[in-house]
Structures are given as C-alpha cells and as structure tokens.
C-alpha cells in the first residue's frame, strides 16, 4: 500500500542532481531502493485498478508506467546519466512517449505536477480534434472543463502562429483550435506537498485521473478517427498510383491497322 514519499526521497533526488554520476549512485543505490522506487511502485500498484476503469487497453505494466532513473543520453545534449525526477505514465501499448495522448504524474526536488496529454506536436490527432471541435463542441467542451478539473488545471501546449480559425469554432474552444498538441497540467501546491508524505496523495490522484477520463477516451477516439483517415487517403493515393500507371500503359501502345503490314 502507497504510504506517501519521505524527506529521504526528497533528499535523494536533490542529491542525484548535485552529484549525477555512476560513483555516487552506486554508493546510494540502497537509498533510491527504499526511498525512491518502492513507494513509486506501490503508488503505481495503487493506480492500477483505476487507470483500467478509464480504459482497459492502457498499459498499466509498472515496466512501461514507472520511470527509470537511468536516462537515455543517446539522442540529447544533456549527457546526464540520472535523472533527478521520478513519473508515472499511461499510454497504449507500442506507444512511444512522444505519441499519442496519454496521463501522467511526477515531482522533483522542486517540482510536482500531474495531468493528461501530447508529448509533442500530433497533427493528425489534433486535425481530428479540430474537426470534432467544429462538428460537437459541446462534448469537447464538457471533456475538457470537467467540474473537478475547472480552476485547478492549465491549458498547455504550443500554438501555431498562422492558423486559419473558421468562424463556427465557438470562441472558448479558439486557444485549443489552434494548438500543435495540448494537456491539461495540476501544479502542486503547498497542500499538495503535505499530501506527497502520506497516502492523500493517492486519493488525490485516482480522483484527478477519474475526472480527466472523459478526455482521455475522447482523444482516443480521435486518435482512431485520424488513423481511419490516414488509412482512406493511402488507399485514395494507391488507387489514384495504379489508375495513373494504367493510363501510362496505355500511352505507350500503338494500335496499327492491317494495312501497315506486308504479307
């Protein structure tokens, strides 16, 4: 059972931060053991029963929703091995972090936050979003200004700076008409530091991600919109390769008549 996180957690990440490399996580490797990874997946455990409420096809696999506290330094600048954060996260499975729409929790030394969304620019999930905009704004709406979230959770997410915006896209929904990917992001507060060093937290979490839910299966549901879409243009384009090369075939015949022949 999830027991909330000790100063000792705290502690560590801080640590990490200061001294992130292979010596010192060696020495405090029983230290990240205890303090870090054991309520993170007791925390995990906790959560599970909940994010397959939301939705069953989640991966709710503690290997795929735990963070590792090795990082993968192949593809960044930032040639740090650990990191000094810990996260959850719910994705489908196959999915990669920087697909799709998914949920999330985490903190750091000086962070703690949770919420749901893109890890990057999606475009044709969000052209499948701005569609549903245009078609039943109400559900999005509804999805997105849920009544426990309303006042707690930001909208964020880059936006683009030229975007035609039709004018049946009711004003509300304009600042997410026009965005590359979007999330909804809870910034602790100081209650919620309190609430990180006991089991609140749990319940605190299971409420937030019970109320970020009609979201959640929304963009799913575009997710499936946007490859049914991706799928009949590739057929569109097949079918408009084959025509083409047919009627290239039938350029290059020559029909001669009976007459051009010697017999």
Sequence with gaps: MFEGFSQEAVDFLTDIRFN???TFYEQNRGRYEQFVK???RALCDEM???VQLIDPRLDVRPGRTMSRIRRDTRFTKDKSPFRDHVWLGWR???ERRSEGFGMYWGFG???LGWGCGCYATDKPLMDALRLQIR???DEVRAALHHPDLRGRFELYGEAYKKISVPGDVPQD????YVKKGFGLEHSGTPEDWKALRTHDMADLLARDLAAMAPLQQLMQRMRHQAESAQE???RELEAQHREGAESRALARLTVRSAEEFDF
Excluded at 173 to 176: E, F, G, T
């Design 20 to 22: 992130n490399n292979q």
């Design 38 to 40: 054991e309520p993170l």
């Design 48 to 50: 599970t029963p909940v």
């Design 92 to 94: 489908y499975p196959g």
């Design 109 to 111: 030394p000086d962070w």
């Design 135 to 137: 078609k039943a704004p």
């Design 173 to 176: 929904l304009r600042a997410l």
């Design 232 to 234: 009949e243009m590739a």
